[in-house]
């Protein structure tokens, strides 16, 4: 068996040979800061100094059960990732129908257009938005005025019930265009006979939509969430360009706090053990979601 | 056995991947130059508005003694300027010379590493003598400091600075107000903030938003209403923020914020959009530092504004100081081979003559005492304001209780929090951190 084993390995060494580069690139920035990551969590450590000291699981207790502010920024990204996934994503799907078999002109346009947010910078996005909510000389404000809304005029992003909503519909503006072509992708692969046997059989549109586009969707749908869920928990540059986490602690979310943590207040080994913890959080949830939607499918 | 044609296969992936693997080998083509013909001095910092006038320095320096000084704009920000350092100093790649602020815990942790070179000797031979006493104190630490940082001087200070109010003359008209005579008490103040607002003019802006300009607010009235032993007592943990003083601080806020003195946002406005109302004539008055004297003049060079002192309430014990000292400094890279070619650069820097064309070009205060001749009438209150800042007490509150009381500020503002309950947040965070 030995023996077998490095023979097959003399006769395709060149193979691994190619195959060098990409792991040695893996092995260096993915798995090596990885793993120090999870060491420096256990120190206590200012990120400067030559010295670190062993805390054991001190940080970890401390951020799950003596830390407020950070699950009040789990829950802010949450509630944002909550409205990602369902207006979104909604806005999303609903669109690539639309494109997919309602209009039947210029669909490369619209295609360009709905795509073209994704491809900005998230700061440059975090900087339009800012001036369109501007309390001062914001264009949402001005056109809230022009339609005889002028009592809804506000600093939308200075307000405790409105900060948060507002930066998460500056997510989504960003995000929808990624979601939607996803879902374009998957509604061509769905075979058009399935839907003119339907009509045979005197489907509506409704029933069409509810019994073969939804169920073949899944797939594609269980990628966008997923997608979407890890996109919306790690925000930080809209975040950073637009509100800085307030006011108070409205806005903050785990990225913004990681980032303070570890680099504001010099709290390093406080800082990757929260990003240990945020990634655990990450993975459950997403094995969750791909739990589900298997299970879904088996149905 | 190795086959023919996988020998060659060899051969074709080393001549590929050979250059890619070396690639990051190569020596830094600036350094070698310099390391062989003449010295390099890096010098890094965040100074957005007058990168294009430290360069004219550069050139005139090598002009003079044939060392290239290399100014390198590092960050749009000081925030993510100090990430820059930090990596920097994981890695060993500081310059140097780096630009830093003064003193205190940030200064101190780079000392503590041995990244920072301990300036004093060079001080005590006369180099001092140039500089405001208080500047030097900023870059310097005591005996017995919370840090544990060796006593000396570390930092060499460029410019100093402190905070106060500008006020739009146009706007003070426009709503009734004397130009030549603004607010000097809290109720005059106050009566301002209504004229304006009545008039449709935004009162105040401030980068509340950055969160340091919040709390040097508050420390102003801080400092007014319990005096420094008080101050200093609630930072090392002998008084408690809840305290009447303390929230009569506090609600220096809550009065303007009931009085419709902030600009809309001004929670989370940042310095930059701060700057840019006032600039752009959107608020009357902007609470802002020296710096923004240049800042001013290149957003709007015919803004007509002067400055003011923070107002005094007249039922504070103390008269109102105003939070100031250095600007910005310098530190010499403790590592550095061209430790001694800094120093000099630096000396060369921050001499008389320099400081004045220095002064002239980014309108600001020189950390030289020589230069306060020829300032423009704005600047000239500035370097007055130095008279009455509020001392360095060489004692830090933590960041984590800082952080509750700057975010209670933007509570306090949008309405959300009463004083006391920020107070009261503040010294839960404190006890449990003690």
């Known amino acids: ?299 | 056995m190795v086959y023919p044609c996988k020998k060659w296969i060899l051969v074709i992936y080393l001549f590929i991947m050979g250059p890619i693997l070396f690639v990051g080998c190569g020596q830094d083509k600036d350094k070698e130059i310099g390391a062989k013909k003449k010295p390099l001095i890096t010098f890094w910092h965040w100074w957005t508005d007058r990168q294009s006038i430290l360069e004219e320095f550069a050139d005139q320096y090598e002009e003079e003694t044939g060392v290239k000084v290399k100014f390198v704009l590092s960050s749009p920000s000081g925030d993510l300027y100090k990430n820059k350092l930090q990596a920097a100093a994981l890695s060993s790649t500081l310059p140097d010379i780096i630009g830093v602020w003064g003193g205190g815990e940030f200064l101190a942790r780079y000392i503590n590493a041995g990244h920072i070179s301990n300036l004093t000797d060079e001080m005590e031979e006369g180099w001092k003598d140039r500089f405001f006493p208080e500047a030097i104190k900023r870059g310097s630490y005591q005996d017995g400091n919370q840090w544990g940082v060796i006593p000396g001087t570390y930092a060499v200070p460029l410019t100093v600075m402190n905070i106060q109010i500008f006020y739009n003359k146009r706007l003070f008209e426009k709503a009734g107000l004397d130009p030549m005579n603004p607010p000097a008490t809290w109720e005059e103040f106050i009566a301002a903030g209504r004229k304006l607002r009545a008039k449709g003019i935004a009162p105040f802006t401030a980068g509340f938003g950055d969160l340091g300009l919040a709390e040097w607010f508050l420390n102003s009235y801080a400092w007014s209403f319990l005096g420094e032993d008080n101050v200093r007592a609630t930072w090392v943990g002998e008084r408690s923020y809840v305290s009447p003083e303390w929230e009569a601080a506090f609600d220096k806020f809550v009065e303007m914020r009931d009085n419709e003195m902030f600009i809309e946002g001004i929670a989370i406005m940042s310095n930059k959009q701060s700057e840019q109302a006032f600039a752009n004539g959107l608020a009357a008055m902007a609470m802002n530092g020296s710096w923004a004297v240049n800042v001013y003049y290149q957003m709007n060079p015919d803004l007509e504004y002067d400055v003011m002192s923070f107002p005094q309430d007249t039922e504070a014990a103390n008269p109102v100081l105003l939070f100031g000292g250095t600007g910005i400094c310098a530190a010499v890279n403790g590592k550095s081979s061209q430790k001694l070619e800094a120093i000099k650069f630096l000396k060369w820097f921050t001499d008389k003559e320099r400081q004045i064309e220095y002064v002239e070009k980014a309108h600001t205060l020189s950390a030289n005492r020589n230069v306060i001749d020829g300032l423009s009438p704005v600047l000239a209150k500035f370097a007055k304001g130095m008279e009455r800042i509020i001392p360095d007490l060489e004692v830090e509150e933590k960041n984590e209780v800082r952080e509750v009381l700057r975010k209670g500020i933007q509570s306090i503002i949008i309405g959300e929090k009463t004083s006391i309950k920020v107070l009261e947040e503040a010294q839960r965070l404190k006890d449990k951190l003690e």
Not at chain 1, 4 to 18: A, G, M, Q, V
Request: with cysteine; glycine share 8%; net charge positive.
């Open chain 1, 1 to 299: 068996m030995k023996k077998e084993k490095i023979r097959y390995i003399r006769h395709n060494w060149n193979s691994y040979l190619f195959v060098l580069p990409a792991l040695s690139i893996y092995l260096i920035f993915g798995l090596y800061p990885f793993l120090r990551t999870f060491q420096l969590s256990f120190y206590r450590w200012d990120g400067i100094a030559p010295d670190m000291q062993f805390v054991g699981l001190k940080n970890y207790i401390d951020i799950i059960f003596n830390n407020p502010i950070w699950w009040t920024s789990v829950l802010n990204a949450s509630i944002v990732s909550i409205i990602a996934l369902t207006f979104q994503n909604g806005l999303a799907l609903l669109l690539a129908i639309l494109l997919y078999r309602g209009i039947t002109n210029g669909r490369t346009i619209y295609r360009v257009i709905f795509f073209m947010p994704p491809m900005l910078s998230l700061i440059v996005v975090g900087y339009i938005w800012l001036w369109i909510y501007d309390g001062n000389y914001g264009i949402l404000n001005h056109i809230l005025r022009i339609i005889g809304l002028g009592n809804h005029v506000r600093a939308w992003l200075s307000e405790a019930n409105s900060s948060l909503i507002s930066v998460a519909v500056a997510h989504c503006w960003r995000g929808f265009g990624f979601a939607f072509i996803l879902f374009l992708a998957g509604l061509q692969t769905i075979p058009e006979d399935l839907y003119e046997a339907a009509k045979v059989d005197g489907a509506g549109t409704w029933n069409q939509f509810r019994y073969i586009t939804l169920p073949l969707l899944v797939p594609v749908a269980t990628i966008v969430s997923v997608l979407t869920i890890l996109g919306t928990m790690q925000i930080f540059d809209l975040i950073m360009a637009m509100t800085q986490g307030g006011p108070g602690f409205h806005t903050e979310v785990p990225i913004t706090r990681i980032y303070k943590e570890a680099f504001s207040y010099y709290h390093f080994g406080y800082g990757t053990a929260m990003a240990i913890v945020f990634g655990g959080l990450l993975l459950i949830l997403s094995i969750f979601q791909m739990e589900c939607s298997r299970r879904r499918l088996r149905r």
